[in-house]
């Protein structure tokens, strides 16, 4: 029934709305996760790290039983949250085989993003884990268009790459403002 409310709704809607769950999710989990929720967490992370480039991963696998998103989501410890993300990901799903949904990350900066959300649960670290998952829900998806004119980052992504928040740059000094 949800799956059928949301697939009357724009797909970019859609995909705003699950960036919210994710987030959300992943706060929840920073705080509520248990140990043996960290090993589930820990091994999907590895299992898609040796799959490599025959794992599609994306919305395709984002509500099978065992991956990363649902297993935070699971780790949140609502089944509220958890039955509307099954319900975005069932629309996600249906648009991705219709060709309306793309894998937005490389296959490395999604694992570099997946780490820095698991370091930020398994420290219990909520902020992190807010902006960690943020940064990761910007830029793992987007949508098919007729535009010619897409950019590879949202501005909300590029406003947390600029705070510090992407693994790729952890360390790197941030971006200065120009002085106009």
């Known amino acids: 029934m949800l799956a059928e409310f949301l697939a009357d709704h724009d797909l970019e809607e859609v995909l705003v709305y699950r960036r919210s769950l994710e987030i959300e999710a992943a706060q929840a989990a ?3 996760r248990s ?6 967490l820990r091994a999907a992370l590895e299992q898609a790290r040796e799959a490599g480039a025959a794992d599609p991963g994306g919305c395709d696998r984002g509500a099978t039983p ?5 297993l935070i989501v699971e780790a949140s410890g609502s089944k509220l949250l958890l039955d509307l993300y099954r319900g975005v990901m069932m629309v996600l799903q249906r648009a991705s085989a219709e060709g309306r949904v793309f894998m937005g990350a490389t296959r490395e900066t999604m694992l570099l993003d997946h780490e820095a959300v698991l370091r930020a649960i398994e ?8 902006h960690s998952m943020a ?11 007729d535009m010619l004119d ?4 949202t501005e909300r992504a590029l406003s947390l790459i600029d705070a510090g928040y992407d693994p790729e740059r952890r360390g790197a000094p941030a971006p200065q403002a120009s002085a106009s």
Not at 123 to 130: L, S
Not at 150 to 153: E, F, G, H, K, V
């Open 135 to 145: 940064l990761h829900v910007d830029r793992d998806l987007g949508l098919n268009s």
């Open 35 to 40: 140990d043996e929720q960290i090993a589930l």
């Open 66 to 70: 065992g991956s990363f998103h649902l």
């Open 30 to 32: 920073a705080i509520h």
């Open 123 to 130: 420290d219990r670290d909520v902020r992190n884990a807010a």
């Open 150 to 153: 897409i950019a590879p980052q």
